[in-house]
């Protein structure tokens, strides 16, 4: 129930604060290569189409989102039918195509995804 003495523009900053609570970006980037899959970490360093991530996973399948845009912003909406991988330590990446940066929303939505195994 709200505080009899809330008003309308305080209802109004409060939704605007949410809004961008949900937009915050983090340091933690989605990451498409041309053929070996789509990662989701730290991107430590980056030289033309060759970078390393750290603290990474696979992205295997996702679902929940249209495209790893909307991923990348708002999470999953079905993270039981996702498919991440076990987190490594550190991967080299060739062939990257695709660098999307993550919000703090999304980023809780994707490490809240259970590990994916056989």
């Not at 523009?9 to 609570?21: A, S």
């Not at 679902?63 to 909406?77: H, K, R």
């Amino acid at each position: 129930m709200l505080d009899e003495n809330v008003t309308i523009q305080d209802l109004e900053k409060m939704i605007e604060e949410k809004k961008r609570e949900s937009t915050k970006l983090t340091n933690k980037k989605i990451v498409r290569t041309y053929s070996a899959g789509v990662f989701y970490g730290n991107l430590e360093s980056r030289k033309g189409k060759e970078g390393v991530m750290t603290d990474v996973l696979c992205i295997y399948y996702w679902s929940g989102a249209a495209t790893l845009l909307q991923l990348a912003v708002d999470g999953t909406q079905k993270p039981s039918e996702c498919k991440f991988t076990k987190k490594v330590p550190r991967i080299e990446l060739t062939e990257i195509i695709e660098v999307i940066d993550v919000t703090e929303k999304a980023q809780k939505s994707i490490e809240g995804v259970k590990e994916w195994h056989l």
